[in-house]
């Protein structure tokens, strides 16, 4: 017992003296618009928390609506503070608001109609837009897609994680899904960020603060939901999707996580710079 208080107590230490820095991307591109990269930051500490996205659209003419934002928990306060590095402002939100565009006006009237928008809400959340998207891709075809998974030989090391891949196809004579996915069994610095952000921010989920992902069973589920496949508790580094397809509006998708490492604390990197405009948000 001595000396599992003895680990426990070393462990603390390093926890407090450290921050977790989690960095995932997220790039599609689409028929009408080329590829869109956004990137996701997050950093955090005990009591302490910070989320930075970023839009990087590849064609010129969508590159208006690129740009730099985040949010910061505010050490010793409920609240939180947003910014925007492209308009060098920032501003400090109610306690339990993550609004990334309070400083916007898009959505402000939908207050007076927040029944109607909270049912909206619900029927979007039991939809994934992936199950959809294989959906739309064999809705009109004849043939019934036929599903091959074959694991690969070895291991594969992707942005510093030893991963497994998998590489799953759907596919008739006329349509084509592959998705690649390489995989660890486990990411405990992962847990151990995500355990400081529900300390912190009191929600029940903190995936909202993470790029959106895809996995092969997304697809699979949207073209049969009875093919067995057993669900695992790994987590995806990196996964790419190729559609040979004259259906949907997706080309390919790529998901990935760039970084994830512990570097010593450092209190100004929950901060903004100096030389950023407070703003005030109409509430």
Known sequence: MRVANVLFMLTLSIAQDMQIKYVTAYTIDVDWGGEIETVSEITAAPGYAKFNGKLNPKRWIFRLFGGERGLIKVPGTDNVMGYSSKRETYWVLPPGNFDLFADKNWGRKQNENT?????????RDGQNPFSELSNDIFENDDANPHIERILS???????????????????????RLVIEEWMVDALPLKDSLYSYLLAITELDTVENFNMPKFSSHDFIRGVDSSYAIALSDESIVLAKLSIDSDNGWVESALFE????????FDA????????????????
């Open 115 to 123: 029944e109607e928008k909270e049912k909206k809400s619900s029927k």
């Open 153 to 175: 030989d070895g291991i594969e090391m992707v942005n510093g994680f030893r991963t497994k891949k998998w590489t799953t196809t759907i596919a008739t004579e006329s349509n």
């Open 257 to 264: 996580i760039r970084e994830l490492y512990t570097v010593p």
């Open 268 to 283: 100004s990197s929950f901060t903004v710079p100096e030389e950023y405009e407070r703003i005030e948000i109409e509430q």
